[in-house]
């Protein structure tokens, strides 16, 4: 029984250990979502799905608002449209992650319709309150097993090897797997048309999260500045969002004017960034987007 004991134990140390030195070393590699819980609570965030997970760098915006009164570093708390609609559970989980001692942080909220939608549940309630971000209680360990224990579905170890895509400590997801000829770009493209077209005739417009949106923005305002920013997309996906809620941008006005925030609205019919699907702006194009934010932001922000 004693050598039982013992053999036990010692296959569970080494399995452990195997386990938590993939995910220290590894970890961005192998879950899109992980390194957002192995890292300390942050002061300026970036919020939102995989538009702004893959299209805001927060090295960028580090760089440019080095040596001002922004207390740094940015982080991305973003995620991806299956798991992020603004409500009740993704403020509970931004309290987790907020250092609530900031008093001059940044906090981009990215928003479109489809972050602002019932996806076939009732008004009021949230379907994706069982999922990460928001089944997590700690969200500020390393290694984080409650993450391994509750969302190990969400690991691909493949990606160990892969290395086609990597969540960076600062949140940001690098998407390497780029289409390199027209064909495939189209291919993509297509696919996020028919997806966002099914959308549009299954998802219906949500007051309940325009106004949890609106509740999260005052309540960002007491640690620092907040901006609305809706991302540029391509002409095609533009065109969908637009018959599916055209009075989108007069509804966050509302808001932004409600709480004496800005919205920065990138989202115009002709998209000067390239994306790689019509959704996504890629990594290169990324910097580019992210440096005219950064500016866009400088702008506005109290003398």
Known sequence: MKKFLYKSILFFAVVTTIITSVLVFYGGYVDYFYNKFTTPK????????????????????NAHFEGSDIELPMFNY????????????????IKKKLDTTTTNGLFIITVHPFTLSNRGDKEGTYFEKDMPPYNMEYVNSNPNYEYLIKN?????????????????????????NLPKDTRLLNQWKNGQISLYTRYSKTWTKSNTRLNDLNELANYLKNFGQVFLVR???????????????????????????KESINYLNFCKEENFFKTYDGIHIDKFSGVEFTKILSDSIQHHLPK
């Open 42 to 61: 942050a002061s300026s965030m970036i919020f939102g799905d995989s538009r702004s997970l893959q299209g805001i760098q927060p090295r960028i915006i």
């Open 78 to 93: 973003s995620f991806t449209l299956g798991q992020i609609a603004y409500g009740k559970p993704y403020l509970n989980s």
């Open 152 to 176: 190990w579905n969400f690991f691909h170890f493949r990606g160990i090897f892969r290395q086609s895509s990597n969540t960076h400590k600062d949140g940001w997801m690098e998407e390497k």
């Open 231 to 257: 991302l540029p997309i391509d002409k095609e996906l533009f065109e969908i969002e637009n018959r599916y809620w055209p009075s989108f941008n007069e509804e966050i006005l509302k808001i932004t004017n």
